[in-house]
Structure formats: structure tokens, C-alpha cells
């Protein structure tokens, strides 16, 4: 992990919502290091207790519905920083047929947040939007200004849920001047993102069907589509620096430009895990947008920061983790090992 430079977290109070989830753990180890004072809402629908383990003495930890307002109001009192990342967020495959449940969730989330937020007058609030929100005819890299309020297909719920809070905020510092930050990152790969049924990400999807030596390993759609995967790290140091530098409610993408089809990372990753099975591409199901990449050109103009870490560098580590983790995964106790409907990975 790179260090955080800047004294500016030194003894803040920070709440962290959805900070016992894949991005959220990180960011809470990254802002105790910077020397934060971390306090972790949390309902652990989809987050973990254990991916806080290591820390565990050093934050302070509620378990708590963010769905109600009394909930949020209790959780922001006294706090600096509110960084919401608790959402409702899924891969494609639970997404695409899911879309009310998802505006439902998210929207209510990131709106009481915000009340809340504006209520104990906190000094900065961090909006964790998405690249769903830009319509899959945006040319790529895709730059802020492709947003039209019209977002991805097989996203549309969930990316509604995060137009809302993103609307939200730029009302919010318009009429009461608060400080807030809006990131909208790319597809997150990194340690702690689990393999989990339906709602799993493609890449913690096809790590579990090629280490479990499916053959042939089936994803969907033509396996042309392609995406440029972000590490956990990079999006966390860069919703820091956000908060730091650019808390003006207006969008900056968490991405880069360096894309990789879905046939090359079934590639890579069995070249990695050194196994060599079948692929095989269902082009009947969903795959979302044909290419997706985001432009990163604003977030180095606002923060001097570039996401950098390279993903044969990042997967390796992320597999090497998955492997060590990889027996509790397949546990008929585990939580998280009921199998797929569809048995397929999708692009999410
Ligand atoms: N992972 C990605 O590829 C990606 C890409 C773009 C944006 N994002 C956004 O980043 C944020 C973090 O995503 P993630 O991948 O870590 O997801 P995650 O599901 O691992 O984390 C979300 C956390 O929110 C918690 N949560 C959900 N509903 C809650 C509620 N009602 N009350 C309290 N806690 C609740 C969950 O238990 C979970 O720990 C989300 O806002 C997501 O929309 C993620």
C-alpha cells in the first residue's frame, strides 16, 4: 500500500458506512494508518467482521441499518468525514434483474446520509457513485462530461440509486454549502472481493470457476467485451485524496484507460493459477457495454493522482489470497456458498 502523504487525517473522525465491504475495509486500514480516528457503520448484509479483524481494537464498530434515518443520524454525530460507502452493490447477473430493489436501496442510502450528514453539520462527505451512471453508447475512455442521465442497461436500478445521490449533493452544496466529494470508480478487483452467488463480481466469479476446475469455464456474453479493471488500492487512495482536494460536488471518475477483454483475463488468470481448461462464451446472456474504460485525465488534474497498479500485479495477489481463503469459500457452512443459478460468470 502506498503511504497516504499529507497530515490532513491525522486525529479526524471518519465514518466509514459499508466498512466491513470489499472497498470499505480497505479504506478503513488506509485511513487508521494515515492516523484517523475510524468509526465503521455497518448492517455486514454483504460485509465481514473479519476483514476488520486486524484492526479490530483500533476502530470503533456499529452494527447498524443505514435504511433508517435515526440510524444515520446517530452515526454521523461528532464526525469530520462521512465517506458513504454502504450500498446495495451487485454483479450483473443480480443487478440486471433486480433493478427496483436496487434504486430502492441505494437511493434511500445515499439520501440519508446526506441528511444526516448535513443535519451534525459535518465538514466533508465523500458520494460513492459509479461508472454505471454513463450510457453504454459513451465513447471511451469515457470522460465526465458523457454523462446524460441516462445510465447503462443491465445497471439501470442501481446506477438510478447513485444519479440520485450524486443530484443530491450538488443541491445539497448549492444550498447549504457543504463540502462533499463525488467518485465514480470503475469495476474494484482486489483481496477481500469474495466470490458470492449471483452477486458475485466477474473477477472473484472466474478466479472460484477456474480454481474449482470447471471445464469448460463459461462466461457470459461474446468474451470481447472488455473492461480496465481498477485495484482496491488505487480507489481508495483516490477517494482521499477526493476528500482532500476536490470536495466540490462534482464528479470525478476513479478509473483508467487500460482495458482488458473478458477472454484475456480468463487468460490471465489461468496462466496464474496454472490451470489451462476450456473457455467457453455464452453470447445469449448479458455482457453490458462492448468496451468500457474510463478517462482519468480529471482525477490527475484534481488530486495529481493516476490509478498505477498493473493488473497482472494485482490479480496475482488477489488469486494468491483467494487460494488461502479458497476452502472456507467452498464450506457448506460458509454464508457466502450457496452456488449460481446460471452457473456463469457475468462482466460486473
Ligand atoms: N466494487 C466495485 O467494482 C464498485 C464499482 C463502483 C462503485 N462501487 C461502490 O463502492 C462502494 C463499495 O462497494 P463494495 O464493492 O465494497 O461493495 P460491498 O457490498 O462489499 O460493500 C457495501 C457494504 O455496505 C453494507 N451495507 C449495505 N446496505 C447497508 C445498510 N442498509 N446499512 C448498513 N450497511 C449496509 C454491506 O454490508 C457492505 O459491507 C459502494 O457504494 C459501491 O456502489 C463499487
Redesign the pocket.
Known amino acids: 500500500m502506498q503511504p497516504v502523504d499529507s497530515t490532513f487525517w491525522v486525529d479526524r473522525k471518519v465514518l466509514v458506512?459499508?466498512?466491513?465491504?470489499?472497498?470499505?475495509s480497505h479504506l478503513t486500514r488506509r485511513l487508521v494508518a494515515a492516523g484517523a480516528k475510524v468509526r465503521v457503520?455497518?448492517?455486514?448484509?454483504?460485509?465481514r467482521k473479519e476483514s476488520l479483524a486486524d484492526i479490530e481494537g483500533q476502530i470503533e464498530f456499529c452494527l447498524?441499518?443505514?435504511?433508517s434515518q435515526d440510524n444515520c443520524l446517530a452515526v454521523t454525530a461528532g464526525m469530520d468525514v462521512v465517506m458513504?460507502?454502504?450500498?446495495?452493490?451487485?454483479g450483473m447477473e443480480y443487478s440486471q434483474s433486480h433493478h427496483g430493489e436496487m434504486l430502492t436501496?441505494?437511493a434511500l442510502?445515499g439520501l440519508n446520509i446526506l441528511e444526516a450528514s448535513r443535519q451534525n453539520h459535518v465538514d466533508r462527505v465523500l458520494v460513492?457513485?459509479?461508472?454505471?451512471v454513463y450510457p453504454d453508447e459513451a465513447a471511451v475512455p469515457i470522460r465526465e462530461e458523457a454523462f446524460t442521465g441516462v445510465p447503462e442497461r443491465v445497471n439501470e436500478g442501481?446506477a438510478l440509486g447513485?444519479i440520485v445521490a450524486e443530484q443530491q449533493a450538488r443541491f445539497y452544496a448549492r444550498e447549504y454549502g457543504m463540502k462533499i466529494a463525488i467518485a465514480?470508480?470503475?469495476?474494484?478487483?482486489g483481496p477481500g472481493?469474495t466470490w458470492d452467488g449471483d452477486k458475485s463480481?466477474v473477477i472473484p466469479a472466474l478466479i472460484k470457476r477456474v480454481l474449482d476446475d470447471e471445464n469448460p469455464v463459461v462466461a457470459w456474453g461474446s468474451g470481447k467485451q472488455s473492461r480496465a479493471f481498477v485495484h482496491v488500492n488505487d480507489i481508495t487512495r483516490a477517494f482521499m485524496l477526493l476528500i482532500e482536494h476536490y470536495a466540490c460536488a462534482d464528479p470525478v471518475n476513479v478509473g483508467h484507460e487500460r482495458e482488458t477483454s473478458i477472454a484475456d483475463l480468463l487468460r490471465l488468470i489461468c496462466h496464474l493459477t496454472g490451470r489451462s481448461p476450456e473457455f467457453r462464451f455464452d453470447p445469449t446472456k448479458p455482457e453490458g457495454a462492448p468496451r468500457k474504460s474510463l478517462s482519468s485525465e480529471k482525477l490527475r488534474r484534481v488530486t495529481g493522482y493516476d490509478p498505477d497498479t498493473p493488473l497482472e500485479q494485482g490479480l496475482k495477489a488477489m488469486v494468491d489470497w483467494y487460494a488461502a481463503h479458497f476452502t472456507l469459500a467452498r464450506s457448506p457452512h460458509h454464508p457466502r456458498a450457496t452456488s449460481s443459478p446460471q452457473g456463469a460468470a457475468s462482466t460486473?
Open positions: 458506512t459499508g466498512g466491513a465491504g470489499f472497498i470499505g457503520a455497518d448492517n455486514l448484509e454483504r460485509g447498524v441499518d443505514l435504511a458513504n460507502l454502504a450500498a446495495r452493490a451487485c436501496c441505494n442510502l460513492v457513485s459509479t461508472s454505471c442501481y447513485k465514480r470508480p470503475n469495476n474494484a478487483y472481493d463480481h460486473k
